[in-house]
């Protein structure tokens, strides 16, 4: 619309105009200075009314305002030709629109504005505006209580219920202090309260133990009581869970071991635990390894075999330096061993220093002789390794072939010797008794022994010849079994009886409580290969399996110690030990067929 | 009150009693990493969150009390002292407790709380130090009422002259003194920009022409009226613009007056409406932050 204004006003008894014109929609009066006429006064509000166009006529709306109209109060009123409108103090009249115009208003302005009122009429102050302290204290309080503390505690007594609830509502993740481990966080898929099962009670060890089944205590309760070193540790007191760190989840600090171990431990029903302080030299005791033998006399006794473990302490070799064999592979008479360390009782006949020696032992179409890797694979732990047999890493090259007729092979079965006896009887028996011709005349081997000859009957020739090639593999030191097994010949009559195979173990892991990581060790400085192996396992010197070849701990301090140091690997004592013992990990010890 | 006084009462006690405290806590803090990395569930964490609570707790309450003057005989000069070095020294030990870890979890939360409270309490502090040394010399010894009754006086001269004066320019004026806008919104009050606007009238192609303009400090109206005076063929017209223009320059002069005090007065204020909501938002989160802490401990 357009609308003219005229502001009259009083001046030296007579009235002076002055016009202004408006083109708007709808014309605001108030106290605001935004509004289009501002009319100041304590009771008339920032915006009042408004005037817009009703067909012909003006009108007037009270925004929340009080307005007169011709005398009489009103909300809304369409406005008639002179009308008189009053807006507090102020006087408005509708007058008759000039040329051009749609409508005119008359105003007259109370003179009479107090500083005060023009001031108020101004929004000049925060606590003006949407601002406000209280407001939005309390907006932010019940914000914060019911997001982070209303809804999450709902949600988690809802999940233990049974209830799913959707992604966005805000759940306990929120009070997550630090992620979890990748593993709790699979195990427990997110949930709380897997491990924090009672409200406002600390994660009990009982929780932890669900899962973690297998794992023993590092000090039984009994013996911590017993030996004064105070109550058994919550599991959560050492593996602290949501750090942001996970690798702080298993502690590695020296001194979380050295707080028990700094000094000697002395118990009543075992021996003492030696003080260590760090892993540098006198500062740490020489290593224990725990070797496993046969109980002497135990098949006589009990007709099986018993095995027992021994701990010894690993010392420093008193003998002068290790000396090469001329000839490691000769079976006459058993070298002497290279060391005099602890032996182990393997009940092997073997000799490293012959089968690394590459002019006896080569491989076919490989120059150079074996290989530490030709035997010994590393397990996917990366410490230990697997296991050795017959089948898969002797026989490639020890063949249990005792005869060969047109061309086929006559083996024996490893590991049984009855069966291998009976097989050899019945291929002597069969020949003894093949008509003439229809076998192959014996080759004549130099340095093999040949049987007496016989003229009996084909059956008593053939047992026989049984019995004498029996006898060789079993008595003869390069005979087909004894070139590597210890065999016990008891005297009894029957061949299967009188021949004993004392079986073999072969070890794999010698520490009960501490690993090796030969993964990080087989590149060293500039060793690798057979000569990484061979700088801490003398093996080009021994000849017999008895032989331990496990350095004592002061070569290791020629690569490392407890403090970072030039050319030196820092290590804790978390990096060889493990502090919780399996609780079926009495000395690992495999069985070798 | 002496806002100066605020930081050095009684040679800075409260300063020196925090810089003591926040060693203490800092060496308990260094003290972890003899065993582990630091955190919140040692005990040296649980006493550095526990101190750090109540101390929050206590600011809090110190902002409740402050509000009535001297309470308990405690002039409000030392309570205030106290609250911002204290403020600051409970952010310290916060800080601590935390390891200054922000993640978008209530722990994370209640320390960017404390953070952004301690932050506008700073910023506060600043402004108390700056602000009213401003507003004093922006004022001239006078005071706002003063300011806004020169106002309301020049606004009357103003018409009345604009009456005397030809149509086009009586409505210029008119509206550009109709058009005058102080303070308002929030950004208005602290930004301080001039969003007046004056009706001026035109010839245009098809006759009169009317367009509301920008009028930014005043600027265009007193141009607008000084570019008329060499116009004015009569020489009461020439009088009555001759009249006007100071009118306008003065108002001009006062309105920025006003509108720099309506500015420094916001700055003094507006730090609280962050403040004091997020303290009580903050009291909330470490309610939380116990509560959830030890229903899973």
């Given at each position: ?593 | ?138 004022r001239h010894d006078g005071s706002r009422a003063q300011m806004f009754a020169q106002l309301l006086d020049l606004d009357r001269k103003a018409r009345a002259l604009a009456r005397r004066c030809p149509p086009r320019i009586s409505s210029a004026v008119l509206s550009a003194v109709e058009g005058t806008l102080v303070g308002g919104g929030v950004w208005a009050q602290l930004s301080g920009v001039d969003h007046s606007r004056l009706l001026l009238i035109e010839d245009g192609r098809g006759g009169e022409r009317s367009r509301w303009v920008r009028n930014r400090k005043q600027g265009t109206i007193t141009r607008y009226v000084a570019e008329r005076i060499p ?67």
């Amino acid at each position: 619309m357009e609308l003219m204004l005229r502001f009259v006003q009083a001046s030296g008894g007579r009235e002076e105009a002055s016009e202004m014109e408006t083109s708007a929609d709808e014309v605001i009066v108030g106290s605001s200075p935004q509004a289009t006429i501002q009319l100041i006064g304590r009771d008339i509000r920032p915006l009042h009314a408004r005037f817009s166009m009703r067909g012909e006529r003006l009108r007037v709306a009270g925004c929340g305002g009080t307005i007169v109209v011709n005398g009489k109060e009103t909300r809304v009123s369409e406005l008639a030709p002179a009308a008189e409108i009053a807006i507090g103090r102020h006087r408005l009249r509708a007058i008759e629109a000039p040329q051009g115009f749609d409508a005119a208003l008359e105003i007259r302005r109370d003179p009479g504005v107090e500083p005060a009122e023009f001031e108020a009429a101004f929004r000049t102050d925060l606590s003006q505006t949407f601002l406000s302290r209280r407001r939005f204290a309390w907006a932010a309080l019940a914000g914060v209580l019911a997001l982070c503390l209303a809804i999450p505690l709902e949600g988690a007594f809802l999940k233990k219920a049974g209830a799913v609830l959707p992604a966005w509502v805000p759940s306990d993740k929120l009070w997550l202090p630090g992620p979890l481990i990748r593993a709790h966080r699979i195990a427990t898929r997110d949930s709380c309260a897997s491990c924090h099962r009672v409200p406002f009670v600390r994660v009990r060890d009982a929780d932890c133990k669900s899962c973690h089944k297998g794992l023993g205590d590092h000090v039984p309760a009994v013996r911590l009581q017993t030996a004064g070193l105070g109550p058994t540790q919550r599991c959560a007191t050492c593996h602290q869970e949501h750090y942001t760190d996970p690798s702080h989840f298993v502690p590695r600090s020296e001194q979380f071991c050295t707080d028990c171990h700094a000094e000697e431990l002395r118990f009543k029903d075992r021996a003492p635990v030696k003080a260590v302080r760090a892993f540098a030299k006198d500062k740490h005791p020489q290593f224990r390894v725990d070797l496993v033998r046969l109980e002497p006399g135990s098949f006589e006794a009990t007709g099986s075999y018993k095995w027992i473990s021994q701990s010894i302490v690993l010392e420093p070799s008193k003998a002068g330096p290790d000396r090469i064999p001329e000839d490691a592979c000769s079976t006459e008479a058993q070298p002497q061993p290279a060391t005099d360390g602890p032996q182990q009782s393997s009940n092997l006949t073997f000799s490293h220093a012959c089968h690394l020696d590459a002019r006896k032992v080569t491989r076919p179409g490989v120059t150079g002789g074996l290989s530490c890797s030709d035997c010994h694979v590393l397990s996917v732990d990366g410490s230990h390794f697997v296991p050795l047999s017959m089948s898969t890493r002797c026989e490639g090259c020890h063949s249990l072939e005792f005869a060969r007729e047109r061309g086929t092979g006559r083996e024996l079965p490893h590991g049984k010797p009855a069966q291998a006896i009976a097989i050899i009887q019945d291929f002597f028996v069969k020949k003894a008794a093949a008509p003439p011709g229809t076998t192959a005349p014996p080759r004549h081997l130099p340095n093999r022994v040949e049987p007496p000859p016989c003229t009996g009957n084909p059956y008593d020739c053939g047992l026989s010849r049984a019995r004498f090639e029996v006898e060789l593999a079993f008595v003869l030191k390069d005979g087909t079994c004894r070139l590597c097994h210890a065999v016990t010949d008891t005297g009894a009559p029957s061949l299967i009886d009188r021949f004993r195979v004392i079986p073999v173990r072969l070890q794999s892991a010698f520490f009960t409580l501490a690993y090796f990581p030969h993964r990080a060790h087989e590149v060293l400085g500039k060793l690798t290969g057979d000569k990484a192996c061979e700088s801490c396992h003398g093996t080009r010197s021994s000849t017999r399996s008895a032989d331990l070849m496990i350095p004592p701990i002061g070569k290791c301090f020629e690569c490392h110690s407890n403090q970072p140091e030039k050319d030196k690997v820092a290590l804790s004592c978390a990096s060889c030990h493990v502090y919780h013992p399996r609780r079926s990990n009495a000395s690992v010890v495999e069985e070798s067929t | 009150m002496s806002y100066v006084g605020i930081l050095n009462y009684r040679g800075y006690r409260y300063l020196w009693f925090s810089l003591a405290v926040g060693l203490i806590a800092s060496l308990v803090y260094v003290s972890q990493y003899a065993f582990e990395t630091p955190r919140g569930n040692t005990w040296q964490g649980y006493a550095l969150g526990a101190v750090a609570a109540l101390g929050m707790f206590w600011l809090a309450y110190l902002g409740v009390r402050r509000r009535r003057y001297k309470a308990g005989g405690t002039p409000v000069l030392a309570w205030t002292s106290a609250h911002v070095y204290i403020g600051l020294l409970v952010l310290l030990i916060a800080t601590l407790h935390s390891s200054a870890r922000i993640t978008w979890t209530l722990h994370g939360v209640t320390y960017l709380l404390a953070l952004i409270v301690t932050l506008s309490g700073v910023f506060g502090m600043v402004v108390y130090l700056v602000c009213p040394s401003l507003a004093a010399q922006n004022r001239h010894d006078g005071s706002r009422a003063q300011m806004f009754a020169q106002l309301l006086d020049l606004d009357r001269k103003a018409r009345a002259l604009a009456r005397r004066c030809p149509p086009r320019i009586s409505s210029a004026v008119l509206s550009a003194v109709e058009g005058t806008l102080v303070g308002g919104g929030v950004w208005a009050q602290l930004s301080g920009v001039d969003h007046s606007r004056l009706l001026l009238i035109e010839d245009g192609r098809g006759g009169e022409r009317s367009r509301w303009v920008r009028n930014r400090k005043q600027g265009t109206i007193t141009r607008y009226v000084a570019e008329r005076i060499p116009q004015a063929a009569k020489r009461a017209e020439v009088e009555a613009l001759q009249e006007l223009l100071p009118v306008l320059s003065r108002r001009q002069a006062v309105l920025h007056r006003i509108r720099v005090d309506i500015q420094l007065q916001g700055l003094m204020s507006i730090w609280l409406f962050v403040h004091v909501p997020l303290t009580v938002a903050l009291v909330g989160a470490l309610l939380a932050h116990l509560v959830s802490v030890f229903i899973y401990w």
